[in-house]
């Protein structure tokens, strides 16, 4: 698989001066499998310069979109990727839908006339809608596995695994605990009954679910001191995703969906944080923060 980040920021876009070196782009990763069919994670505002990429390579564009929920900073970009208005491109959007609002609404809407001069039923390629709640599925030649994650509304994480090799996304996901369950007032009941009734520590359902990836993509919106004013957001800080990884026995793992507080300055300090704690607890990981135009092979 080849990999490479177009935005990795979480919440908001933030460009500027203080943000140049890993981005301001939200949330947008492209999967190419060997075979080069395209698997896009996400449609934050990063897919709209992935869209004008694969319109200057001249070829048609056919691709799954995978959602991992509705909040604005994961599909505020579809609306900008361009190869959804040109005819013979084929777009296949999969992800989670709510009970009241099915998933072709969900993306419809925010492209209502009133907040957007383009109306969905107006584009001119191919689109089709895949819900998806806890699921296997075949896309291409890959098996991708579907989890729902602790996060507000329904929300899920993504494990790609094709010829022997894995990759997992968890966008955004928030430390369970029985004792702090009380703080998400914003979650499904459904989804929270998964991680309460989940044997022994609740957190083992995503490391149980990733284990052994070759590659974790993992939110890491916090500081664990941040983290502190912002239990129940739906969002992790980097320390509990390194226990995460260093537990599912992941080969490399990448910091993802930084808060729009976090400069360049601040995500370098972090990793040089989380370096010296892997050696303290003897983690074996690769660690690296996610830039955009970052590449990863595997």
Not at 28 to 47: F, K, P, Q, R, Y
Not at 74 to 100: C, K, M, W, Y
Not at 262 to 286: A, G, H, R, T
């Amino acid at each position: 698989m080849k990999v490479k980040f177009w935005g990795v920021r979480g919440s908001i876009a933030t460009p500027g001066k203080s943000t140049m070196k890993y981005g301001g782009n939200t949330s947008c990763t492209e999967v190419h499998l060997d075979d080069g069919n395209l698997i896009i994670l996400d449609a934050g505002t990063g897919i709209r310069n992935l869209g004008n990429k694969l319109l200057a390579s001249g070829k048609k564009v056919r691709a799954y979109i995978m959602i991992t929920h509705p909040h604005w900073d994961h599909i505020q970009g579809f609306p900008f990727f361009r190869p959804a208005f040109l005819t013979g491109n084929e777009l296949t959007i999969v992800g989670p839908e709510a009970d009241s609002v099915k998933l072709d609404e969900i993306i419809s809407e925010q492209m209502n006339k009133i907040y957007f001069p383009i109306k969905l039923s107006e584009l001119e390629a191919e689109i089709k809608f895949v819900p998806l709640g806890e699921d296997k599925i075949k896309v291409f030649g890959a098996d991708v596995e579907t989890i729902y994650v602790n996060h507000p509304g329904f929300t899920i994480g993504y494990k790609i695994n094709y010829k022997n090799k894995s990759l997992a996304y968890i966008s955004d996901n928030e430390p369970y605990s029985h004792e702090m369950a009380h703080y998400f007032t914003n979650n499904e009941l459904k989804v929270l009954r998964l991680f309460e009734n989940y044997p022994g520590d609740p957190n083992r359902r995503i490391v149980d679910f990733i284990k052994g990836a070759d590659v974790l993509i993992h939110d890491s919106t916090y500081t664990p001191e941040q983290y502190e004013d912002h239990i129940g957001w739906g969002h992790s800080h980097y320390g509990f995703t390194m226990k995460v990884a260093a537990e599912a026995n992941v080969k490399k793992l990448f910091l993802f969906h930084f808060d729009p507080s976090l400069d360049d300055k601040m995500v370098d300090s972090i990793i040089v944080k989380c370096k010296k704690e892997m050696k303290k607890k003897n983690y074996s990981f690769e660690i690296f923060a996610a830039r955009e135009g970052m590449e990863i092979r595997f």
